[in-house]
């Protein structure tokens, strides 16, 4: 009796990611997505990274009010959008899948563009990150992976540490950006951007909610919106 043996599904024949391989980004994509199952997965500098459960205060309330942030920022500023966890494709090397992000649409001059697979594909102006264990890898090879594919403002939120950093780039190298007297930070990129750092470490969503509102009256933001709907 002959016996008919199944063919190997195509999910099987596809290696699983593991955190530590070394892939390309081809290869790293097309294991993630034999992996439904998976939420997050990074490739930063050709290394494969797949992060902890999520805690509440340390990341998901963060999470959420940085969104807020910058959904709210780019409802008013035509020609930008917001976006959490989208898979970005930086390079051979490069794929992480920033907390949240804002960019200028391509219409409107903006460096990345959404390819065939919908992944983003080039470097949003500005990336967010959340960070409490995963501190030494946004802050080391994370930061650098954003630096060398030419994203132009990188916020790094310590939660453990209750510290905000804000990098600029500046002929290809990252400067911190300081705090005014009023403890305001306002990205260089997007005019209006105000980001009162002493209300988001205190949770103070008015105050914040507050600062931004005064950013997005300011006569620069009024000028920027105007330069985008030019292009």
Known sequence: MAVTLAAPSKRSAVPPLENGDRLSAHEFLRRYEAMPEVKKAELINGVV???????????AEPDNAIQWWLKH???????TRAGSNATTRLGP?????????????????????????????GPPELVVEIAASSVSIDA????????????????????????????????DEYRPMTPDAAGLLRSR???????????????DGARLQATLEAGLRDAAHEQFVRQLRSK
């Open 49 to 59: 990274y797949m992060p902890s459960p999520v805690r509440l205060a340390e990341h």
């Open 73 to 79: 920022y780019s409802i008013h500023t035509p020609g």
């Open 93 to 121: 090397d490069d794929v992480p899948q920033p907390d949240a992000l804002l960019r200028i649409v391509p219409e409107s001059g903006g460096q990345a563009r959404v390819d065939a697979k919908g992944y983003l594909q």
């Open 140 to 171: 080391g090879e994370k930061l650098r992976s954003y630096r060398r594919a030419g994203v132009l403002e990188y916020i790094l939120w310590r939660t453990v540490d209750s510290a905000v950093d804000w990098w600029a780039l500046e002929e």
């Open 189 to 203: 990129v997007f005019p209006g951007l105000w980001l009162d750092v002493r209300a988001l470490l205190a949770n």
